[in-house]
């Protein structure tokens, strides 16, 4: 075990949590127990940040014990009473017995939990995934309890496994794909020989998205993450990932490498420009992974020797769609997404043609934020080094949706049903044909306000009508 050391001050007790969390700790103490802070917490104070969500372990008490001491201060929900885990209310703090967790057959739920007051700190830390979240910290004494060497391995940059338990959950090979992403961190060979021996076995959609979700949204170099699942052999289990790994590119517009380089220069590109917008950053992460899905199935070499990839934006609609749907079920994600991919192409297009403001509006109306299909068109341009990161095509298009209102919104319809309604129509069916051909000219530029969207109703209604009688008279 390596030795205790000091570090006063790591968590602001002063904050409202943190007052909270030295109140439990003096409480636990005086009941003959001890409650140290755990995991993410402790790992994010020594690297600089400021944590949200703490987690306390408490040694020495029962459940009953800790339950009643809790209650009588705060509000409490007893999420796993059963093995002694507590969630104080309005806090972000978890508070638990150190647990034992055995392995009863097979499937991620296929674990025997409970709670055991009477483990040791090294015997806690045995059952945590990495290292780097098996350090402790005592908030009266400010000492660091570290018996897996965790500081060390932070210091130096690697995740590393803590111990043989790593194994008994599969998806801990997704979060050390996410955490060396997040923090940059090197992969321990004999952590990496362990996830190669590790099948997936059937986890769940949601577990297996909130991974990725981290990679995207919290990866500051993503690349490291999704290098480390090739390594690995994970990336199997993403037969359409595994497919860019052998899908070649046109040299001369894609140094870099085949299309599997390109998209983890792309996303390392995305990451540096993350805006912090969390549903943001995942509808364009997400795009920016899978912009060249179609690659692989669209390349050939042509005549003169090069490589082409004709219509991959469109072809890798479905295919996206597949990767998604193994992921998560959630609908919009994929919606907000998949237009992205079909139009990655679009900016550079649209500056070569100078296209017009109804091209621009029809863009908006089909991808919903021309800002993010910005991003994603500016991390394709940013993932082909050496070449330059010069991205023109956006600028124009980016000033163009500025002038058209329509930067970060889709188009809006001027003239809904109740305009309809004053003009004297009654609502039918007529109402949609209307509606429709009004917005069809709102796009071409007939019309930019509801003056002019009256107007455009009421001609409409005449020619109709006029046609109208014209073929009766036939």
Request: with cysteine; glycine share 8%.
């Given at each position: 075990?390596?030795?205790?050391?000091?570090?006063?001050?790591?968590?602001?007790?002063?904050?409202?949590?943190?007052?909270?969390?030295?109140?439990?700790?003096?409480?636990?103490?005086?009941a003959?127990?001890?409650?140290v802070?755990?995991g993410?917490?402790?790992?994010?104070?020594?690297?600089?940040?400021?944590?949200?969500?703490?987690?306390?372990?408490?040694?020495?008490?029962?459940?009953?014990?800790?339950?009643?001491?809790?209650?009588?201060?705060?509000?409490?929900?007893?999420?796993?009473?059963?093995?002694?885990?507590?969630?104080?209310?309005?806090?972000?703090?978890?508070?638990?017995?150190?647990?034992?967790?055995?392995?009863?057959?097979?499937?991620?739920?296929?674990?025997?939990?409970?709670?055991?007051?009477?483990?040791?700190?090294?015997?806690?830390?045995?059952?945590?995934?990495?290292?780097?979240?098996?350090?402790?910290?005592?908030?009266?004494?400010?000492?660091?309890?570290?018996?897996?060497?965790g500081?060390?391995?932070?210091?130096?940059g690697?995740?590393?496994?803590?111990?043989?338990?790593?194994?008994e959950?599969?998806?801990r090979?997704?979060?050390?794909?996410?955490?060396?992403?997040?923090?940059?961190?090197?992969?321990?060979?004999?952590?990496?020989?362990?996830?190669?021996?590790?099948?997936?076995?059937?986890?769940?959609?949601?577990?297996?998205?909130?991974?990725?979700?981290?990679?995207?949204?919290?990866?500051?170099?993503?690349?490291?993450?999704?290098y480390?699942?090739?390594?690995?052999?994970?990336?199997?289990?993403?037969?359409?990932?595994?497919?860019?790994?052998?899908?070649?590119?046109?040299?001369?517009?894609?140094?870099?490498?085949?299309?599997?380089?390109?998209?983890?220069?792309?996303?390392?590109?995305?990451?540096?420009?993350?805006?912090?917008?969390?549903?943001?950053?995942?509808v364009?992460?997400?795009?920016?992974?899978?912009?060249?899905?179609?690659?692989?199935?669209?390349?050939?070499?042509?005549?003169?020797?090069?490589?082409?990839?004709?219509?991959?934006?469109v072809?890798?609609?479905?295919?996206?769609?597949?990767?998604?749907?193994?992921?998560?079920?959630?609908?919009?994600?994929?919606?907000?997404?998949?237009?992205?991919?079909?139009?990655?192409?679009?900016?550079?297009?649209?500056?070569?043609?100078?296209?017009?403001?109804?091209?621009?509006?029809?863009?908006?109306?089909?991808v919903?934020?021309?800002?993010?299909?910005?991003?994603?068109?500016?991390?394709?341009?940013?993932?082909?080094?050496?070449?330059?990161?010069?991205?023109?095509?956006?600028?124009?298009l980016?000033?163009?949706?500025?002038?058209?209102?329509?930067r970060?919104?889709?188009?809006?319809?001027?003239?809904?049903?109740?305009?309809?309604?004053?003009?004297?129509?009654?609502?039918?069916?007529?109402?949609?044909?209307?509606?429709?051909?009004?917005?069809?000219?709102?796009?071409?530029?007939?019309?930019?306000?509801?003056?002019?969207?009256?107007a455009?109703?009421?001609?409409?209604?005449?020619?109709?009508?006029?046609?109208?009688?014209?073929?009766?008279?036939?």
């Open positions: 075990m390596a030795e205790n050391t000091q570090r006063p001050n790591l968590i602001d007790l002063k904050s409202h949590a943190g007052q909270a969390i030295r109140e439990i700790a003096e409480d636990v103490t005086a003959g127990g001890r409650a802070v755990v993410g917490a402790v790992r994010d104070a020594l690297l600089g940040a400021n944590p949200k969500d703490l987690d306390v372990e408490v040694f020495g008490l029962a459940a009953g014990q800790l339950e009643q001491l809790l209650s009588a201060k705060f509000r409490i929900d007893q999420v796993g009473r059963s093995f002694g885990v507590f969630i104080i209310k309005g806090l972000d703090i978890d508070v638990a017995l150190p647990r034992r967790e055995r392995k009863d057959g097979v499937g991620h739920k296929a674990f025997a939990i409970e709670g055991d007051p009477d483990m040791t700190f090294a015997e806690a830390a045995a059952r945590r995934d990495f290292t780097l979240n098996a350090i402790s910290w005592d908030p009266l004494t400010n000492e660091l309890i570290d018996p897996a060497n500081q060390q391995d932070l210091a130096n690697v995740l590393r496994h803590v111990s043989h338990q790593f194994a959950d599969p998806l090979v997704l979060r050390a794909m996410q955490f060396l992403a997040r923090f940059e961190l090197t992969i321990a060979p004999e952590t990496l020989e362990l996830c190669r021996s590790i099948e997936a076995e059937d986890l769940p959609k949601e577990r297996l998205f909130e991974e990725w979700a981290k990679l995207i949204r919290k990866g500051e170099k993503p690349s490291l993450g999704l480390f699942l090739q390594e690995c052999g994970w990336l199997r289990y993403y037969p359409e990932l595994v497919a860019l790994t052998t899908c070649p590119q046109d040299p001369k517009w894609h140094p870099e490498g085949n299309a599997w380089v390109h998209t983890l220069h792309c996303l390392d590109a995305f990451a540096r420009e993350k805006i912090g917008d969390p549903w943001e950053d995942l364009v992460g997400f795009a920016v992974l899978l912009h060249d899905i179609g690659k692989p199935v669209t390349t050939y070499t042509d005549d003169n020797g090069r490589i082409r990839s004709p219509a991959h934006d072809e890798g609609l479905p295919i996206a769609e597949t990767f998604l749907r193994r992921l998560t079920n959630h609908r919009e994600l994929i919606e907000q997404v998949l237009p992205l991919i079909e139009t990655h192409m679009r900016p550079s297009d649209f500056y070569r043609n100078k296209a017009s403001n109804a091209a621009v509006r029809r863009l908006a109306g089909k919903g934020r021309i800002d993010r299909l910005l991003r994603v068109s500016a991390a394709d341009m940013g993932g082909r080094p050496p070449l330059p990161a010069d991205f023109p095509a956006g600028d124009w980016r000033t163009k949706a500025e002038e058209l209102a329509i970060d919104s889709a188009p809006k319809p001027l003239i809904l049903g109740r305009h309809l309604i004053e003009l004297g129509l009654k609502p039918g069916v007529q109402f949609k044909e209307i509606l429709a051909a009004a917005f069809e000219a709102q796009l071409d530029g007939d019309f930019n306000d509801e003056a002019g969207g009256v455009f109703v009421q001609k409409f209604l005449s020619e109709n009508a006029a046609s109208g009688e014209t073929q009766n008279q036939k």
